[in-house]
Antibody, heavy 120, light 108 residues
């Protein structure tokens, strides 16, 4: 059973960079795309972007200029960096396994989510 | 930008049928997927490729499509089905993922 676990600071100051890591257990991250999705409290889901081992990366155009995605195959981890954060970036951030490699654009396994608050 | 529209809320009594719609101009170009999200939990995949059910998802959950509208049907609603439901799709090239605004299902 694939398991995903997000980790990182729960509090980030405005204008700084939010950094999260998603550790994947049971299976190599090289076989799938991996997406990040976020959700402000009480609001809808918002896709941030996806990454694949061959270097393919897709971003939500609304966040593209501030997002960096990367993979660490030695640790089986997927990383998210979001720069120049504001209070509007306060949300629960989820990582998810993305079936895009198969031409089907959905998420079959999700992490439990990491709450990140942007505040001074 | 590509948008998916869902009703914000819906109420049904136990045993009744709930039908949650999702509409979008570009829906005919891509499959639609449905997720259930209970408070404090991650979304759970309910339906993929419009109408397929992952293993472990009860048969009372089904999906269908008609033109630019797709529908999640929950037959014989149970109290445990009370949750937020999201539809999701992608642009025609698969490079952009979009979620609907979510529908809060209340079981009376």
């Amino acid at each position: 059973q694939v398991q995903l676990q997000e980790s990182g600071p729960g509090l980030v100051k405005p204008s700084e960079t939010l950094s999260l890591v998603c550790t994947v257990s049971s299976g190599s991250i090289t076989n799938y795309y991996w997406s990040w999705i976020r959700q402000p409290a009480g609001k809808e889901l918002e896709w941030i972007g996806r990454i694949y081992i061959n270097g393919n990366i897709n971003y939500n155009p609304s966040l593209k200029n501030r997002v960096t995605l990367s993979l660490d195959t030695s640790r089986n981890q997927v990383s998210l960096k979001l720069s120049a954060v504001t209070a509007a970036d306060t949300a629960t951030y989820f990582c998810a396994r993305d079936l895009a490699r198969l031409g089907w654009y959905y998420f079959d396994y999700w992490g439990q989510g990491a709450l990140v608050t942007v505040s001074s | 930008s590509y948008e998916l529209t869902q009703p914000p809320s819906m109420s049904v009594s136990p045993g009744q049928t709930a039908r949650i719609t999702c509409s979008g101009d570009e829906l005919p170009k891509q499959y639609v997927y449905w997720y259930q999200q209970r408070p404090g939990q991650a979304p759970l995949l309910l339906i993929y490729k419009d109408s397929e059910r992952p293993s472990g998802i009860p048969e009372r959950f089904s999906g269908s499509r008609s033109g630019t509208t797709v529908t999640l049907t929950i037959s014989g609603v149970q109290a445990e089905d009370e949750a937020d439901f999201y539809c999701q799709s992608a642009d025609s090239g698969g490079t952009y993922v979009v979620f609907g605004g979510g529908t809060k299902l209340t079981v009376l």
